[in-house]
């Protein structure tokens, strides 16, 4: 019985969980909190408002800063609490009685300002302000339904979502997934797959290593495929140009087509059927997976990466 009891005494203190509540204020303060660890975990924020800005700090350590100010009396609070399971931190930012509106946002500023090691993933969700990650060598998921995303020097894959804003990603190693209901998005470099959605932006990837899928509905899309892509291409758009750069040894098959301008290739390529100004079907050094190109609102033009 002692080692049975010693043995579940054991899991107990490996599963211990840190939580501590910091009340909700009426005024201004400064927040911060210091968590000590050991490997590479991930660091989540889940809150009802604020910007929230990573980057990658000092091995062992997660410190976290949160700036709060109450612009307009004591009915605006905002409380936060924090809890650590192992390498894992959790931040939570919550208003008592109920979820923000525009105005409640603009009477209370709230900005988390957060340092992990570099090795961390981060899983980061606000309802009203804008995110930005650098130099992380995890996995990164982000979403804001009022503000920009700013990502750079990614190491892990990437899921990027934004209702209210732009989308910029500077390099990342992993695969890209970027959606917004309301601005551009602009990736310069993702070593693998790629999938950018806008409903009211443009769309540029300035260089893709693995397959891409763009599509807009109130924009341009423009990317670079660098090398041979393993799966299908797609790059689409309602209202704007398409505009393609290839490697030149890409196999691949070409499909393109616009209701609202003409197709220019500008290297030699196997025409299949018949020629059109607005059309064109192609194959690329014997032909490979699919590149689709559509434009309802625009040209398309097709040029060689050398």
Same mark, same amino acid.
């Given at each position: 019985m002692d080692r049975a009891e010693n043995s579940i005494k054991a899991v107990l203190v490996a599963a211990f969980v840190l939580a501590v509540l910091v009340p909700a204020l009426a005024g201004a303060d400064t927040v911060r909190r210091s968590f000590d660890v050991v490997g590479d975990g991930t *660091?989540?924020?889940?809150t009802d408002l604020g910007g929230i800005d990573v980057r990658a700090g000092a091995a062992g350590r997660v410190l976290v800063t949160v700036e709060r100010e109450a612009r307009s009396g004591d009915d605006e609070d905002f409380e936060l609490s924090f809890d650590q399971s192992g390498d894992d931190v959790r931040v939570t930012g919550t208003r008592p009685g109920g979820s923000w509106g525009w105005n409640s946002g603009n009477r209370f500023r709230v900005h988390f300002e957060v340092e992990v090691p570099a090795g961390f993933s981060v899983d980061l969700s606000t309802s009203g302000g804008s995110i930005s990650v650098a130099s992380l060598s995890?996995? !990164?998921?982000?979403a804001t339904s009022g503000g920009d995303v700013a990502l750079d020097d990614v190491g892990g894959r990437v899921d990027c979502r934004t209702s209210g804003g732009d989308i910029e990603i500077g390099k990342v190693a992993g695969t890209v997934l970027a959606k917004t209901s309301g601005g551009d998005i602009r990736i310069d470099r993702s070593g693998g797959s790629v999938v950018a959605?806008? =409903?009211g932006g443009d769309i540029v990837v300035d260089e893709v290593l693995g397959s891409i899928e763009a599509s807009t509905s109130g924009g341009s899309v423009r990317a670079t495929i660098a090398s041979q892509p393993l799966a299908d291409c797609r790059l689409t758009t309602s209202g704007g140009r398409v505009e393609l750069t290839i490697?030149? =040894? !890409?196999?691949?098959? *070409?499909?393109?087509?616009?209701?609202?301008?003409? !197709?220019h290739v500008d290297f030699p390529v196997t025409v299949q059927g018949e020629i059109g100004r607005s059309s064109l079907q192609a194959v690329m050094n014997g032909g490979g997976p699919q590149i689709y190109l559509r434009t309802s609102g625009g040209g398309i033009h097709l040029k060689s990466l050398n």
């Open positions: *660091l989540a924020i889940d995890g996995d !990164v998921a982000c959605k806008t =409903s490697d030149p =040894s !890409v196999a691949a098959n *070409l499909d393109a087509k616009t209701s609202g301008g003409s !197709v």
